[in-house]
């Protein structure tokens, strides 16, 4: 997984539009996920869906099913946030036969903000 990126939505659609053009190349890693600001990722990063990434790490569910079971959630709401985390680059649902599997991705996040500019960083170090 390659590193987050922190950019408004109007610069990652400036910059959709330039490679549409043809004046920039296509990133090499397209799902790259992004964010608008680290506020953003923190909003996504909830003691709720921290206690979840816990539960896949530590205990390797074997299906939405199983985890939904661990977490004591039902498993439509699961799935939406499983949805979000898998944007973001946090898991990946891999299918064993009718089954989706949550696997994790992200180990650790490290965010890097510049208190003297809107300079902001995400490092994020696989499992």
């Not at 910059?15 to 680290?38: C, I, L, N, Y």
């Not at 816990?54 to 439509?76: C, Y």
């Not at 985390?85 to 890097?112: C, T």
């Amino acid at each position: 997984m390659t590193d987050p990126k922190i950019q408004s939505l109007s610069d990652l659609e400036d910059h959709m539009r330039a490679v549409a053009r043809g004046e920039k190349p296509a990133p090499a890693d397209a799902a790259t996920p992004s964010f608008e600001s680290v506020e953003a990722l923190a909003r996504l990063l909830t003691p709720e869906n921290r206690r979840l990434l816990a539960l896949i790490r530590d205990r390797w569910p074997q299906s939405v099913a199983h985890l939904a079971e661990l977490a004591g959630r039902a498993e439509p709401n699961l799935l939406r946030t499983l949805e979000k985390l898998s944007a973001a680059g946090l898991v990946r649902m891999e299918k064993d036969g009718r089954r989706k599997v949550p696997v994790p991705l992200v180990g650790r996040i490290v965010v890097e903000i510049d208190p003297y500019s809107a300079n902001e960083r995400v490092h994020a170090e696989r499992v």
